[in-house]
C-alpha cells in the first residue's frame, strides 16, 4: 500500500488518539462500508421488523380487563422485545467483530482484506463474544442499580474487554480481568474519548434519524387525524412499513456513524497496552534485530 502505515500499539496522547480515529477512517471507510452495509442491511431489516410488531403491539392496549386479552398482548410484545433485543445483540458483536478482524488484517498484511475473509476469520468467537456483552452488560446494570456511579465507572472499564478479546484472542475472563489492569490511571481519558468520539457519531447519526422519523410521526399523526374516533388509527401507523423503513434507515446511519467511537476505543485499548506491556517497541527491536 502507498500511504505510510498506520502504526496500532503505540502510545498516544489524548489529541493524537482522535486524530489517529479520524486519519485511519478517512483512509479506510471505502473499505469497511461495503462488509458493514452487508451486516447492517439485514439486521436493520430485521430490528425494523421486529421494532413496527413491538410498537404496534404496545400501543394498542385493547380490553385489558380481560386477562386472556392482556396475556396474549403481554406475550406479543415479549416476544418482540426479545427478537429485537437478539437482533441488536448478533449485529452489535458482528459489527465490533468485523472492524476490529480489519484493523487486525491491514496491521499484519498491509493489504485489504476480502469481504469473505473479514466474515470468515471471526465468526468462531461470536457466540463468546455475545457471551461477554452480556455478562458486561449484567455487571454494570448491577451497578448501576447500587447508586449509580459503580456502574457508570464499570461501563467504561469493561468497554475495554471488548478489543481485548478480539485482538488477543483472550477468553472471557481474561478481557474482564485485562480491562481492570490496563486501565489503572487512565479511567479519565478512555471515558473521554469514548464520550467525545460517541457525541460526535450520535450528532452526525441525526442527518439520518431525524428525516426518518418525522415521516414515522408523520404518517403516525396523519393517521390519528384522519380516523380521531379509532383508538388504534396511531398503534396501526406505528405498524405499518413506512414506520420499519423508518427504523431501518434511521438504524443504518447509526451503525455507520458508531464506526468512530468504536475504531477510537481500538486505539485507546492499542495506548494503554503499549504502556504496560511496550508491545509495539518489542516488535520494532525485533525487527532490527532481523536486519542482515
Request: glycine fraction near 8%; aromatic fraction near 16%.
Amino acid at each position: 500500500m502507498s500511504d505510510q502505515k498506520i502504526e496500532l500499539y503505540k502510545i498516544r496522547d489524548f489529541g493524537q488518539k482522535i486524530n489517529a480515529t479520524i486519519v485511519y477512517i478517512r483512509r479506510y471507510i471505502k473499505h469497511l462500508i461495503v462488509p458493514v452495509l452487508l451486516l447492517i442491511l439485514p439486521a436493520a431489516l430485521l430490528a425494523g421488523f421486529f421494532i413496527k410488531d413491538y410498537m404496534a403491539t404496545a400501543m394498542s392496549f385493547g380490553a385489558m380487563d380481560d386477562p386472556e386479552v392482556f396475556n396474549s398482548w403481554f406475550s406479543e410484545v415479549l416476544v418482540s422485545y426479545l427478537g429485537m433485543m437478539l437482533v441488536s445483540l448478533i449485529a452489535g458483536a458482528l459489527f465490533f467483530m468485523i472492524i476490529y478482524e480489519f484493523m487486525t488484517y491491514v496491521s499484519k498484511e498491509d493489504t485489504i482484506p476480502t469481504v469473505g475473509k473479514l466474515y470468515s476469520e471471526p465468526l468462531g468467537r461470536l457466540p463468546g463474544l455475545m457471551g461477554l456483552f452480556l455478562i458486561i452488560g449484567i455487571i454494570s446494570t448491577m451497578g448501576f442499580f447500587f447508586f449509580i456511579i459503580p456502574g457508570f465507572y464499570l461501563a467504561i472499564v469493561l468497554s475495554l474487554a471488548t478489543p481485548i478479546y478480539l485482538f488477543e484472542k483472550a477468553s472471557i475472563g481474561a478481557s474482564i480481568s485485562k480491562s481492570f489492569k490496563i486501565i489503572k490511571g487512565k479511567w479519565w481519558s478512555t471515558f473521554g474519548i469514548l464520550m467525545i468520539t460517541t457525541i460526535i457519531a450520535g450528532a452526525v447519526s441525526y442527518i439520518f434519524i431525524l428525516p426518518s422519523y418525522a415521516l414515522m410521526f408523520w404518517e403516525a399523526f396523519t393517521s390519528a387525524a384522519q380516523n380521531p374516533e379509532d383508538p388504534e388509527a396511531i398503534a396501526q401507523a406505528f405498524g405499518g412499513w413506512t414506520f420499519a423503513l423508518g427504523v431501518t434507515l434511521a438504524m443504518i446511519g447509526t451503525y455507520i456513524c458508531y464506526i468512530i467511537p468504536i475504531i477510537a476505543l481500538a486505539f485507546q485499548y492499542f495506548n494503554l497496552v503499549e504502556r504496560h506491556e511496550g508491545r509495539g517497541l518489542k516488535q520494532e527491536i525485533a525487527n532490527f534485530e532481523n536486519i542482515k
